[in-house]
């Protein structure tokens, strides 16, 4: 931890923040300059750091502090040293496959979500998404089917091969949209509703973690860091766009977020075009850059009538877009020396 | 409702649209331009409104979709047409005085409470703040007391006269905080919690709804709504500073949504200094300005030793400068024609 | 200057960095911790460090480097010791009064100048603004009147006893405008537009810079070190809102930067709360916040008959309402301890 | 144009909206809901439009007003229908090939600029850019070499049969760096220097205009409608990055508004990654990204010793880095179908 002193600030000063900071263990190394005194302190307790930077920014004479070890560490690149793998029922993700979830944003019907589901695995992807619960800025918007989109979610993954993933978004629905999902999602709008975060940390299902629309890199794996230090280390990220002064796309979809990832932490990161740019044609070169870039798997609302969608329209594809991109990302990923599955196998 | 069709777009792209609207029930009336066609679409069924713009933005041919009526209706100033005012327990707070709540960030041990909530309360201060739950960036950082934290602000409101206002994170526990607290507060990271948002809804208890750190005011005011349309309409607004380019201050304080907020919503509005600029001294001169721009309210965090509080002591002032803060304030009421209670009391 | 390595980096790493800072002329102070090593460098030539900064952080094993003393000098609180009054012949601004400006957005025509110059004068105003050269972000809006503009703004000057400010956007165009205006107004735009700034730094006019609408405060006292150091030091700084995710107003007004400032510089701060809202009904709320912050003056657009203003008629007031905001000012003006002189005289 | 009236808004006022509208030109079409009345407008001047919504939107009754014309014209993709290839004495940018801008940041010596020159041409880059009259946020920084660059450049350039592209920052030197350069510059701080603007649309040499910083794509395309307004249509846009509130990278590379450029705009778009992250480690990976998403060309910053570099070292990339990087970019163009020349002639 480095302490700034204020230009200016006197021998007590410095006196009082050495001294506090041998209370809470560190080794003190103050350097005086000609204007300005710093202070170098090593050591320390891991977990009790961050809030000590908070005390010492309030002391007297202080201009900033600034901590120099990362405030995560189960999901620090350091904690394995490789890459995560996840396996979810024989499908993995951050592997050298790229990962397909597709599906339409809201579960409205048996025939909208069988339809989509059939031919989205037909077309190669491996993961059905569809929203049961939706969390919506408006109280008077559809807010989902519910249990009953659940039980369709999990019967349409059955018959055509394909493992769920659904949001969560009650505390108190975790364990039950657990026994119908394989993968439990975690919204923007919830990235650090920490009550949740617990919750799901308690659970053994894996979990994809939305960056939140205003999250700094740091906050969003410290997000994470709660998940996984409540014991469930099956952790994926979804970088889903942040929200700038740019009107023209819904969100701003930060690629660069996708590469920095790589060398900050182990978990392997998926990206939603859908939500991140709100704009059915920019859904595929975006998916393009995503695969490009270095993400691990793709996840795209695809509806059979967008056109007549219930939510989200103006963000999903339809199937036949979805069979169309399919090959071009197959053409990326080989590019870039990963591997996509395509039809072929059909 | 307005939709702009893009340039060039066919007779029968304008045909779906329009069949559409009118299926939807409403009335529909075409401009076309020499560029571009427009139709303008009057009835709609209130509460599809906001799912509708949502459909037809995905419609071929669509270029946007403007609606132009407000998406919420028990927060808007039209539903009450003059200011509500709460009553907390005998504290107005919408009505003509300045109410001040003012307290440590955390609750950390009896001593630094009661001494804290003697001395604001004698300086004018009515209501209590004080964490007892805290939500934290890190997993690591201090949590809070809990049901501890709870009990004695209580005690410390009983004893020196002051209601007592906290934050609720958990679903599970609104109950257990309205037992204690006479006003829940929902925090910034919480205001898109809807799981949260429909719990306090069904209390009974004051709520004041902190703004998202990245939420426009019309989001805002739909998380309110989420609040209201649940039954329960007593809520008060804080503005808490959003998040922006800018380092220097922890937020950037929006004071001009204040004074819009006065032409939205008949629901009083409270600022909170210290997490809006995260410095200490910043925190007199916007207290000043928040008065000046018509807040009703002000939630400060005052501690006994800001330099050895748990946490932020960075943005917390002394006991001293709160009492210094009082006289500073009552003259700005006074210039705008507000009432403020200051220790002549005493 | 604090050099933070990477963890894990090695002594060559290390050294490495140590070695160049020592022929950049640092004393260099290892501190090696237990995860990470950090440098800390005093000395070094003052006008060396902003590029030092920037090449050390390319170097091989640097995680960070952090500028421990402020980038700027001649408008540093520290390079006067207290608050500068510039004397804008008679007219002080910084000083215990706080002084108005007002004005059309664009010069129109000698009527419409002529009766709102008459008029804000008589309600208390001392500089009166208007632009006569204007930045537009379309090249089909009206660019202004120009030389014939600026004449008009000397002759309404010197009729009704007010100074001028107006707009600067051309570097062939300083000497013109200075001949006809009291104060060279540096638009938003033209905030890092290092040509112009160099070029009001040989002029002896004093000049107001606008806040670029992305600036960072620090970004804001450099672009006006780049004047100073040009030799002029008649420099006052206007806070105009800076650029959020907020659709609600036209940009965001930082109410806090006005007060931060105050112990980061010596220069006089003005608010705009016409171009810091976009909306005419936000002008008296913010200006009545500007003063209470702690402002030094007020630019203010004021239209005759705002519904036909060529430009800005949405973010400009009536006469009227401008004549009824100077009292409501003096009030807050007198509650925090300035002096403000309105139609008294009249 | 759209006039939506406030509800509850009387007949006068739309009486009043609507007869100003008819002054201006415009066939007039309100359609009075049950809430609010909206006036469509069709017709009115081309050139008036924007200035008109700008009047309209303050008078009294007036809530919103939308343009729904573009407001730019000769840069807008329906003005040519196709897409613009530039040729620039025989490189050609926006056809088949994606074409490679290298070189320093700075141009700092002989040696330093011929070397990698020499080595960048051998790769394949068929563009040299380098810094003469370099912006610099602080008056202190390196501020180029000048002519003396511009010298070095244009004969670095004929020696390695390179075109040179170079920033012009002052209005006086438009012609200066014309002399020298095959491509005038125009930077991120510039985007809004009208002045600039229109002197390069001037000049005949092609210009390739930078992303403001803060710049919505509407404004960006407004500011090459100056350029091309003034006579010169060889323009082609960059992508260099937005300020957002993400500090782990030096602005945010928006790729999305690559993609959305091409349905916008028929001109050639160029993505800067190193000013664009900030991170010399994010260089390759958003390369590859931007490739994918359909840039027409890259511009990156290449150091034979960026830990020696006079700026930004910390984003630029070695000429070995470089070297490696080609092969990658190619296999990428490959798989969007566009043409890229690598080493092979060597």
Known sequence: MIIVMKGGCGEQQVHDVSQRLEELGYVVNPIFGVEKTVIGAVGGKEHEKVDAVDQLRGYDGVEDVILITKP????????RGKKSVLDIGGVLIGGDEIVMMAGPCTVESEDQLFLTAERVAKAGAKILRGGAYKPCTSPYSFQGMGLEGLKLLKEAGRRYGLKVITEVMHVRKVEEVAEYADILQIGTRNMQNYDLLREVGQSRTPVML??????????WLLAAEYIAAGGNEKIM???RGIRTFEPYTRNTLDLSAVAALSSLTHLPVIVDPSQGTGRRDLIAPMSKASVAVGADGLIIEVHPNPDHAIKDGAQSITIDAFENLMPELEAIAGAVGRTFKTPAAV
Chains 1, 2, 3, 4 share one sequence.
């Open 72 to 79: 995560y560490k189960f999901v620090a690149k350091e904690y």
């Open 210 to 219: 939305k960056r939140g629309m205003t999250a700094k890199i740091e906050e």
């Open 237 to 239: 990220l979804c970088e």
